[in-house]
C-alpha cells in the first residue's frame, strides 16, 4: 500500500501529460530581446519524457532556425531522438542557449552544428543550407522557425523600422532558406514553417507579427503546389501561446503579464515545447505524412477554427 506520503507523486505520474505541465502564474520576469531560455522560470520544459522514438527520421539531417532555445531546441532534441542530426541557427547572443541543445542533441548519439548569425544579413541564409550540407553532405528536413515580435499599444506605434525588421526576420529568411534549400533536397524531403494562432485570428497588439504568420501560411501552401512533383512536402504549424523567450523578451510584455501569459487559452496556461515539438515530427516522417503537403496544423490548446 502506498503512504499517504507518496500518493501525490504516484497520482502525477499517472495524471495525463496536459494536466501535469507548469501551472499558472509564473513568476514575475521579464528580459531583454532576444531573451535567453536558460534565464526563464519555470524553465520550458523540452524533454518530452513521454515521448517515445522510433527512428523516424534515422540517417536525416535537419536545418532549425532559432533552434536555440523554446520549439526550435525541442524539436532538434526530438529529431535527434528520431536518428537525424542536426544543423541550428540562432542570433550570436543566444550562445549559450545554443550549446545546451548542442548537448542535448549529443546526449541522444547525435552530431549537432551550430550557426551563429542574424538571419536578415545579407547571404546569411544561403550561407546556413551550404553549411549544412557542407557539414553533413545532404539536406533532408528544413524548419523555418526563428521570429521576432514586439507589442505595441496602437497601430501608430508600429515605425516603418519594426514594420521591416518584423517582415525581415519571419517571412523573408522562410522564402530565402526554401530557395536555398533547392539546391539540395530530394524527394522525400520536408519542409516545415512556424506560423501562429495570430495568423488565424490576427492580434491587436501584433499587426506586423499577426501579417508575417498569415504570410507564412500563403507561402506555405504556394510552396507545397510548386514542390509537390519534386516529391518535397511542405506545411506549417500554428502553436497558441508557448513559453518561450520569445514573450517574456518582448518589450511590450510587462512582468505581470509575463506571469500570466497564456491565461485566456481553453488550458488556462501555455504550451509547454515539448508539447509543440511532436507536431514537428509528424510532418517532417514521410511514414507518417506522405499525404500531407500545403496543411497549416493547428496545435492551440483549445482554440477551434472553421472547417
Same mark, same amino acid.
Given at each position: ?5 507518496? *500518493?501525490?507523486? =504516484? ?8 494536466? !501535469? ?26 524533454? %518530452? ?27 532538434? *532534441? ?11 541557427? @540562432? ?9 545546451? &541543445?548542442? !548537448? ?27 553549411? &549544412? ?9 528544413? +524548419?523555418?522557425?526563428? %521570429? ?10 508600429? &515605425? ?8 525581415? &526576420?519571419?517571412?523573408?529568411? @522562410?522564402?530565402?532558406?526554401?530557395? =536555398? ?8 524531403? %520536408?519542409?516545415? %514553417? ?23 501560411? =500563403? ?14 512536402? +511542405? ?22 503579464? *509575463? ?24 510532418? =517532417? ?5 506522405? @499525404? ?6 493547428? *496545435?492551440? /490548446?483549445?482554440?477551434?477554427? /472553421?472547417?
Amino acid at each position: 500500500m502506498p503512504t499517504r506520503k507518496n *500518493v501525490p507523486a =504516484a497520482r502525477r505520474r499517472r495524471a495525463p501529460q496536459m494536466t !501535469r505541465e507548469p501551472k499558472l502564474p509564473f513568476p514575475k520576469q521579464h528580459q531583454q530581446a532576444p531573451g535567453l531560455e536558460s534565464r526563464l522560470k519555470p524553465r520550458p520544459r523540452f524533454k %518530452a519524457s513521454r515521448y517515445r522514438a522510433a527512428g523516424k527520421l534515422k540517417g536525416k539531417v535537419a536545418l532549425i532556425t532559432g533552434g536555440d532555445s523554446g520549439i526550435g531546441r525541442a524539436i532538434a *532534441v526530438l529529431y535527434a531522438r528520431e536518428g537525424a542530426n542536426v544543423a541550428i541557427s @540562432y542570433l550570436p547572443q543566444e550562445q549559450a542557449d545554443a550549446q545546451a &541543445t548542442r !548537448r542535448a542533441v549529443t546526449a541522444h548519439g547525435r552530431r549537432c552544428l551550430l550557426l551563429p548569425g542574424d538571419l536578415t544579413g545579407v547571404g546569411m541564409c544561403d550561407y546556413l543550407v551550404e553549411e &549544412t550540407v557542407k557539414e553533413f553532405g545532404k539536406l533532408d528536413i528544413l +524548419v523555418s522557425n526563428a %521570429a521576432h515580435q514586439a507589442r505595441k499599444k496602437t497601430l501608430e506605434d508600429v &515605425t516603418d523600422q519594426e514594420f521591416d525588421l518584423t517582415f525581415q &526576420t519571419n517571412i523573408y529568411p @522562410y522564402f530565402r532558406l526554401v530557395r =536555398a534549400a533547392m539546391r539540395h533536397m530530394k524527394p522525400g524531403g %520536408a519542409i516545415i %514553417a512556424t506560423s501562429s494562432e495570430t495568423a488565424i485570428f490576427g492580434s491587436e497588439q501584433l499587426p506586423d507579427y499577426s501579417s508575417t504568420k498569415g504570410a507564412i501560411n =500563403a507561402l506555405t501552401k504556394t510552396l507545397a503546389s510548386l514542390l509537390i512533383e519534386k516529391g518535397i512536402r +511542405v506545411n506549417a504549424v500554428a502553436p497558441g501561446p508557448v513559453w518561450t523567450p520569445l514573450n517574456p523578451s518582448d518589450p511590450g510584455m510587462t512582468p505581470a503579464k *509575463v506571469a500570466q501569459f497564456g491565461k485566456n487559452n481553453p488550458m488556462g496556461r501555455p504550451a509547454q515545447p515539448e508539447e509543440v515539438a511532436p507536431a514537428y515530427v509528424f510532418l =517532417a516522417s514521410d511514414a507518417d505524412s506522405s @499525404y500531407i503537403t500545403g496543411t497549416v496544423l493547428p *496545435v492551440m /490548446g483549445g482554440e477551434t477554427t /472553421g472547417g
